[in-house]
C-alpha cells in the first residue's frame, strides 16, 4: 500500500460525515472513492457538495469493492458494532465516530476483531489530536508539571434538536479520552450524579468524579442546559496547572507556575513579610493544524506504516467503560462503580 494513495469510503454523511470527506479528500496520500448513506437527503447534499464522488445507500456494495482499503464509520453510535465488524471481516481499516460502541461487549468485540483481522482501529477522539491537549501531555511527560494531582472540566452547551444518546454519551466522551489520553489509564473508580430536566427521557446534566489508584481524581461536568458554551479544562500537578480553553480564539492554552508562598514553613520565632505571589503565566506555542486533519494523517499513517495510532481501540474501549460505569453510578443512585482493578 505505500506509494499509493489509501482509498475511504465514508459511511454516514450527516453532522459529521462531510468534514470527513473534506478533510481526507484535502489529503494527498488518500482519496475518498464511496459516500454511502441511508437518507436520500444526505445523499443528494454530498452530490452537490462533492461533485463527482460515487454514493450509494447500499453497504454492501462498498464492502464489497476491493478498491476500498478503509472505511470511515460516522453514523449513530448503536449502529457502530454491525458496521465495524462487517467491515474488518471484509478486510478493511476502520476509523469509528466515537464514542466506539453502544457497550463495553460491543467495543471489546471489535478492538478483538480489529487485533485478529490485523487491522488498523482509528476512534474519532478528536480531541486528544487538539495541539493544545497534545502539548499538555508533552509538558506532563516532560516532568514540567510535576505529579498529577486533580483535573476538572467543564463541557456545557445547548443540546441536539435529537439525540439517540445522553448528554454523558455526547459530551462527556470528549473530556474522558483526554482524562485517558493524560493519565494513561482508566480510574479505579467513577462516581456520577446525573438529572434529567428539559429532555423528556435523556439525561441533560451530569457531574462525573473519577478517582485513580495514585489518589489523583478528576471531576467533569456536561450539560445540555447553558446557552453560552464552555470547552474547559483545567489540570494541576505539584509544580504547576494548565487551563486549556478551547474558546479562545488565540492563547487557548495557559501554564500558570506554583508561585511564591512566604507563609510555607514560616516558625513561630520567626518575623518576616508573609505573602503569597500568584504563578507566572506563560503561553506554551502550539501547533497550527486542524484536529481533525491531524487526526486523519495519524489514521493514514498507521494503515502505510503499522504505527500505533493516538487513538486507538484500547483508548476507544476505555472510554466506553468509564462511559459505562457512570452511566451504572447513575442508575444506582451515585453509587461508586469499581473500575480497571
Same mark, same amino acid.
Request: with cysteine.
Given at each position: 500500500?505505500?506509494?499509493?494513495?489509501?482509498?475511504?469510503?465514508?459511511?454516514?454523511?450527516?453532522?459529521?460525515?462531510?468534514?470527513?470527506?473534506?478533510?481526507?479528500?484535502?489529503?494527498?496520500?488518500?482519496?475518498?472513492?464511496?459516500?454511502?448513506?441511508?437518507?436520500?437527503?444526505?445523499?443528494?447534499?454530498?452530490?452537490?457538495?462533492?461533485?463527482?464522488?460515487?454514493?450509494?445507500?447500499?453497504?454492501?456494495?462498498?464492502?464489497?469493492?476491493?478498491?476500498?482499503?478503509?472505511?470511515?464509520?460516522?453514523?449513530p453510535?448503536?449502529?457502530?458494532?454491525?458496521?465495524?465488524?462487517?467491515?474488518?471481516?471484509?478486510?478493511?481499516?476502520?476509523?469509528?465516530?466515537?464514542?466506539?460502541?453502544?457497550?463495553?461487549?460491543?467495543? /471489546? *468485540? =471489535? %478492538?478483538?476483531?480489529?487485533?485478529k483481522?490485523?487491522?488498523?482501529l482509528?476512534? !474519532?477522539?478528536? &480531541?486528544v489530536?487538539?495541539?493544545?491537549?497534545?502539548?499538555?501531555?508533552?509538558?506532563?511527560?516532560?516532568?514540567?508539571?510535576?505529579?498529577?494531582?486533580?483535573?476538572?472540566?467543564?463541557?456545557?452547551?445547548?443540546?441536539?434538536?435529537?439525540?439517540?444518546?445522553?448528554?454523558?454519551?455526547?459530551?462527556?466522551?470528549?473530556?474522558?479520552?483526554?482524562?485517558?489520553?493524560?493519565?494513561?489509564?482508566?480510574? /479505579? *473508580? =467513577? %462516581?456520577?450524579?446525573?438529572r434529567?430536566?428539559?429532555?423528556?427521557?435523556?439525561? !441533560?446534566m451530569? &457531574?462525573?468524579?473519577?478517582?485513580f489508584?495514585?489518589?489523583?481524581?478528576?471531576?467533569?461536568?456536561?450539560?445540555?442546559?447553558?446557552?453560552?458554551?464552555?470547552?474547559?479544562?483545567?489540570?494541576?500537578?505539584?509544580?504547576?496547572?494548565l487551563?486549556?480553553?478551547?474558546?479562545q480564539?488565540?492563547?487557548?492554552?495557559?501554564?500558570?507556575?506554583?508561585?511564591?508562598?512566604?507563609?510555607?514553613?514560616?516558625?513561630?520565632?520567626?518575623?518576616?513579610?508573609?505573602?503569597?505571589?500568584?504563578?507566572?503565566?506563560?503561553f506554551?506555542?502550539?501547533?497550527?493544524?486542524?484536529?481533525l486533519?491531524?487526526?486523519?494523517?495519524?489514521?493514514?499513517?498507521?494503515?502505510?506504516?503499522?504505527?500505533?495510532?493516538?487513538?486507538?481501540?484500547?483508548?476507544?474501549l476505555?472510554?466506553?467503560q468509564?462511559?459505562?460505569?457512570?452511566?451504572?453510578?447513575?442508575?444506582?443512585?451515585?453509587?461508586?462503580?469499581?473500575?480497571?482493578?
Amino acid at each position: 500500500m505505500k506509494n499509493r494513495k489509501i482509498n475511504i469510503a465514508v459511511a454516514g454523511a450527516g453532522y459529521w460525515g462531510p468534514n470527513l470527506i473534506r478533510n481526507f479528500s484535502g489529503i494527498d496520500g488518500a482519496q475518498v472513492c464511496w459516500v454511502c448513506d441511508q437518507k436520500s437527503g444526505r445523499r443528494r447534499y454530498v452530490e452537490e457538495k462533492f461533485p463527482g464522488l460515487p454514493v450509494t445507500n447500499n453497504l454492501n456494495q462498498v464492502l464489497s469493492d476491493s478498491n476500498v482499503d478503509a472505511v470511515v464509520i460516522a453514523t449513530p453510535v448503536s449502529t457502530h458494532r454491525d458496521i465495524a465488524l462487517a467491515a474488518l471481516s471484509a478486510g478493511k481499516h476502520i476509523w469509528v465516530e466515537k464514542p466506539l460502541a453502544h457497550s463495553v461487549r460491543a467495543a /471489546e *468485540e =471489535i %478492538v478483538q476483531e480489529s487485533k485478529k483481522q490485523g487491522l488498523t482501529l482509528v476512534v !474519532d477522539h478528536l &480531541f486528544v489530536y487538539n495541539p493544545a491537549v497534545a502539548k499538555v501531555k508533552e509538558i506532563i511527560q516532560k516532568g514540567d508539571l510535576g505529579k498529577l494531582c486533580y483535573a476538572e472540566s467543564g463541557r456545557v452547551n445547548l443540546g441536539p434538536p435529537a439525540s439517540e444518546v445522553d448528554v454523558v454519551w455526547d459530551l462527556a466522551t470528549h473530556d474522558l479520552a483526554i482524562t485517558y489520553y493524560l493519565w494513561g489509564k482508566v480510574p /479505579e *473508580e =467513577i %462516581v456520577a450524579y446525573g438529572r434529567r430536566f428539559h429532555h423528556p427521557k435523556l439525561l !441533560d446534566m451530569a &457531574f462525573l468524579h473519577l478517582i485513580f489508584d495514585d489518589a489523583s481524581t478528576v471531576m467533569h461536568h456536561v450539560s445540555w442546559l447553558c446557552p453560552e458554551k464552555t470547552r474547559r479544562y483545567f489540570v494541576a500537578g505539584e509544580k504547576g496547572s494548565l487551563i486549556f480553553d478551547d474558546t479562545q480564539s488565540d492563547n487557548k492554552l495557559r501554564f500558570i507556575d506554583q508561585g511564591i508562598d512566604s507563609r510555607i514553613g514560616t516558625k513561630d520565632d520567626e518575623m518576616k513579610e508573609l505573602f503569597y505571589k500568584p504563578g507566572k503565566v506563560s503561553f506554551p506555542a502550539l501547533d497550527r493544524i486542524e484536529p481533525l486533519r491531524a487526526a486523519c494523517m495519524d489514521f493514514l499513517a498507521s494503515i502505510q506504516n503499522g504505527q500505533r495510532p493516538r487513538s486507538d481501540g484500547k483508548a476507544g474501549l476505555a472510554v466506553v467503560q468509564m462511559l459505562e460505569a457512570a452511566e451504572q453510578s447513575i442508575a444506582q443512585g451515585s453509587r461508586p462503580v469499581r473500575i480497571g482493578v
